[in-house]
């Protein structure tokens, strides 16, 4: 399947399964028949040619599959219980889908993936299913688990849904204030597995990054006037601009070695002016904080002409609207960098006394391999090589986890 058909499909995906949910109602039933009808397209396509108009293609057969199914017993004893849209739909004798809408369902689809009643990791698995048009194959490489697992989690989040009571509606102001903090936050765990994957042989996977930026995009498309949505996409652009310099080629480099001239201009130049056009507004949140830290470190020629002050005092900034281990472990970095090593180790050991960034699983990893480094700026090769080597047993990225190793063999 070539990236073009690949990037239509993940276009149109969205858009055919609210033309799917409005008509039927059943947002299960409609996601299967959304993933069978893109199946049918990324076997065809590329031989027979894209269609005239692809969404009503996709849309008639995801349509004639959704008959299919509902006309099933498991599905006719759901037809008895939910009475209404469905049921209407099925007496079309001629099983053609009416002409598809050109309506962005977008949005609604995702805050619909993020409700309130599935666990944050279904809601990312929902939303890379249903909006990003993901295989559960894909998502389960993404996630390190078995595709069955995977798709067991998927088929219990869309049962939450319907036991919630879900509706495919359009969002109202108060519905969508509630929500679009999960949407984001979703896209932002996204995008994040991406840059630095969990597990496997690869530091990356530019699929689940470029799904998020471009999920993103859409986002902010559907309301541009969200200072933090705009800041969440100028995070993912200043962030994903480095990403060719972080490996030379199976092996980690630390931003303070990467050669700059490998970071992508087009990327640095669209994300500091999203967040330039919302940072007058004086509306801070914690993305447009985040945004404007990579922002800083994007408009650096090099590593010593770093304004590190300026980002320690950001990353104080953001520590106070949200007091998470991984923000408060993040200041230490700063702090390192623009007072000295020790003062990093100090502020380090209180934060641990206080917050317990050493065993925090979101930090625990992290703390000792930022420790290691501190250890080895304050002249202690010894504690830094054992600090080295508990982060790298700790991880399951193996280019992580060799950039560690060798960090410690180095300092024997």
């Given at each position: 399947m070539t990236q073009d058909v690949e990037h239509l499909l993940r276009t149109e995906a969205p858009q055919v399964l609210g033309a799917l949910v409005r008509r039927f109602g059943h947002f299960d039933i409609a996601e299967d028949a959304v993933q069978e009808a893109l199946l049918v397209a990324s076997r065809t396509w590329p031989t027979d040619g894209v269609p005239e108009n692809p969404r009503s293609w996709l849309v008639r057969i995801g349509y004639r599959r959704m008959v299919d199914l509902?006309?099933?017993?498991?599905?006719?004893?759901?037809?008895?219980?939910?009475?209404?849209?469905?049921?209407?739909?099925?007496?079309?004798?001629?099983?053609?889908?009416?002409?598809?809408?050109?309506?962005?369902?977008?949005?609604?689809?995702?805050?619909?993936?993020?409700?309130?009643?599935?666990?944050?990791?279904?809601?990312?698995?929902?939303?890379?299913?249903?909006?990003?048009?993901?295989?559960?194959?894909?998502?389960?490489?993404?996630?390190?688990?078995?595709?069955?697992?995977?798709?067991?989690?998927?088929s219990r989040a869309k049962q939450q849904?319907?036991?919630?009571?879900?509706?495919?509606?359009?969002?109202?102001?108060?519905?969508?204030?509630?929500?679009?903090?999960?949407?984001?936050?979703?896209?932002?765990?996204?995008?994040?597995?991406?840059?630095?994957?969990?597990?496997?042989?690869?530091?990356?996977?530019?699929?689940?990054?470029?799904?998020?930026?471009?999920?993103?995009?859409?986002?902010?498309?559907?309301?541009?006037?969200?200072?933090?949505v705009t800041g969440l996409l100028a995070l993912m652009l200043l962030t994903e601009s480095r990403r060719t310099a972080r490996t030379d080629g199976h092996e980690l480099v630390p931003l303070e070695e990467q050669?700059?001239?490998?970071?992508?201009?087009?990327?640095?130049?669209?994300?500091?002016?999203?967040?330039?056009?919302?940072?007058?507004r004086r509306e801070v949140g914690p993305y447009q904080l985040q945004a404007a830290i990579a922002a800083v470190h994007a408009a650096a020629a090099s590593p010593d002409r770093t304004d590190w002050p300026q980002i320690a005092a950001l990353y104080l900034g953001l520590e106070r609207l949200?007091?998470?281990?991984?923000?408060?472990?993040?200041?230490?970095?700063?702090?390192?960098?623009?007072?000295?090593?020790?003062?990093?180790?100090?502020?380090?050991?209180?934060?641990?006394?206080?917050?317990?960034?050493?065993?925090?699983?979101?930090?625990?990893?992290?703390?000792?391999?930022?420790?290691?480094?501190?250890?080895?700026?304050?002249?202690?090769?010894?504690?830094?090589a054992a600090r080295y080597r508990e982060a790298a047993a700790l991880t399951q990225n193996q280019v992580e986890r060799r950039y560690l190793q060798r960090r410690a063999h180095r300092l024997d």
């Open positions: 509902l006309r099933t017993d498991q599905a006719r004893r759901r037809r008895e219980r939910h009475a209404g849209m469905s049921e209407l739909a099925m007496r079309d004798p001629t099983r053609q889908a009416g002409p598809a809408r050109e309506t962005d369902d977008s949005l609604t689809l995702l805050l619909l993936c993020c409700h309130p009643a599935l666990s944050p990791t279904s809601q990312v698995a929902l939303t890379l299913r249903a909006v990003g048009g993901l295989t559960t194959t894909e998502i389960a490489h993404a996630y390190g688990t078995t595709e069955n697992t995977m798709g067991a989690r998927i849904l319907a036991r919630a009571g879900a509706r495919f509606t359009p969002p109202t102001d108060a519905d969508r204030a509630s929500r679009m903090g999960a949407v984001m936050q979703v896209l932002y765990l996204i995008f994040n597995e991406g840059y630095t994957a969990s597990t496997g042989d690869e530091l990356t996977r530019v699929d689940l990054t470029r799904e998020a930026i471009r999920l993103a995009r859409m986002l902010r498309d559907s309301v541009p006037d969200d200072p933090e050669d700059r001239t490998r970071w992508d201009p087009e990327l640095i130049r669209e994300g500091t002016e999203l967040i330039d056009s919302v940072w007058r949200t007091p998470t281990a991984p923000v408060r472990l993040s200041r230490v970095v700063a702090v390192a960098h623009a007072y000295g090593p020790a003062r990093g180790l100090a502020l380090l050991d209180d934060l641990n006394r206080r917050h317990h960034l050493d065993e925090e699983p979101l930090t625990r990893q992290r703390e000792r391999a930022i420790r290691a480094h501190l250890l080895e700026m304050t002249g202690d090769p010894a504690g830094a």
